[in-house]
T-cell receptor, first 113, second 115 residues
Framework: DAGVTQSPTHLIKTRGQQVTLRCSPK?????VSWYQQALGQGPQFIFQYYEEEERQRGNFPDRFSGHQFPNYSSELNVNALLLGDSALYLC????????????FGQGTRLTVV | AQSVSQHNHHVILSEAASLELGCNYSYGGTVNLFWYVQYPGQHLQLLLKYFSGDPLVKGIKGFEAEFIKSKFSFNLRKPSVQWSDTAEYFC?????????????FGGGTRLMVKP
C-alpha cells in the first residue's frame, strides 16, 4: 500500500518564476492538505482540498493556489516566487472531513534563487 | 487563532535517560492533540494522538503523553530513551472536528540521544 507520494523531491527555481508541486494521497484517502515547512520551523498549513474544492485555508497569499483532481491527487501552485518561498512543502492526506490524523509525504524541497 | 508552543528547541540526552518534551496550546475550546516525529531523512510520522477519554495516551515505541486541560498542555514522555529516538518532535493541534487533517504545529524539538 503506497503512502503519500510527492514529486519532485527537489526543485530549484528563480525568483519571479512559477512552480507546480504534485501529491498522490494514500490509498483510500480523499482529503489532501498542503503545508510549508521553513528551515528550523514547524509545518504551517497552507490549504486543504476535499471533493475537488478548497475547504480550509491558512494565512498564505493568493500566489499560493491549488487543485484537486477526481482521483484525489492534488497540485500546489506558487506564482511570482520569492526568496522566502524556499522551504520544504509537505502534502498530507486523510479519509473524509472528520478530524483525524494526517499521513505525510516526504515533501518537495523548493529552493528559490 | 490558536498557537502551539514547544518550550525546548534542542534537547541532548544520554541513552537510558528519561525524556519529557513540553507542549502548550492557546485554544480554549475542544481540541484534538497529536505528537509527530521526523527521523532524519524520513517523513513525519504519528507517535500518538488524543481525541477524548483517558488523558494519558500511549503511543508507539514506548512514548506516552498526558493531556492536562487546565494547563492547556500535552507533554510527551518516555522513561528511557534510545539512540534511535534521535529525531525532531512536533506537537500539533486540530481545533475543528470537521476540518479533517488541518493541523497547527509547534516549532519542533530536536532531540539528540548520545550512545
Amino acid at each position: 500500500d503506497a503512502g503519500v507520494t510527492q514529486s519532485p523531491t527537489h526543485l530549484i527555481k528563480t525568483r519571479g518564476q512559477q512552480v507546480t508541486l504534485r501529491c498522490s494521497p494514500k490509498s483510500g484517502h480523499d482529503t489532501v492538505s498542503w503545508y510549508q515547512q521553513a528551515l528550523g520551523q514547524g509545518p504551517q498549513f497552507i490549504f486543504q482540498y476535499y471533493e475537488e474544492e478548497e475547504r480550509q485555508r491558512g494565512n498564505f497569499p493568493d500566489r499560493f493556489s491549488g487543485h484537486q483532481f477526481p482521483n484525489y491527487s492534488s497540485e500546489l501552485n506558487v506564482n511570482a516566487l520569492l526568496l522566502g518561498d524556499s522551504a520544504l512543502y509537505l502534502c498530507a492526506s486523510s479519509p473524509g472531513q472528520g478530524a483525524t490524523e494526517a499521513f505525510f509525504g516526504q515533501g518537495t524541497r523548493l529552493t528559490v534563487v | 487563532a490558536q498557537s502551539v508552543s514547544q518550550h525546548n528547541h534542542h534537547v541532548i540526552l544520554s541513552e537510558a535517560a528519561s525524556l519529557e518534551l513540553g507542549c502548550n496550546y492557546s485554544y480554549g475550546g475542544t481540541v484534538n492533540l497529536f505528537w509527530y516525529v521526523q527521523y532524519p531523512g524520513q517523513h513525519l510520522q504519528l507517535l500518538l494522538k488524543y481525541f477524548s477519554g483517558d488523558p494519558l495516551v500511549k503511543g508507539i515505541k514506548g512514548f506516552e503523553a498526558e493531556f492536562i486541560k487546565s494547563k492547556f498542555s500535552f507533554n510527551l514522555r518516555k522513561p528511557s530513551v534510545q539512540w534511535s529516538d534521535t529525531a525532531e518532535y512536533f506537537c500539533a493541534v486540530n481545533e475543528d472536528r470537521n476540518a479533517g487533517n488541518m493541523l497547527t504545529f509547534g516549532g519542533g524539538t530536536r532531540l539528540m540521544v548520545k550512545p
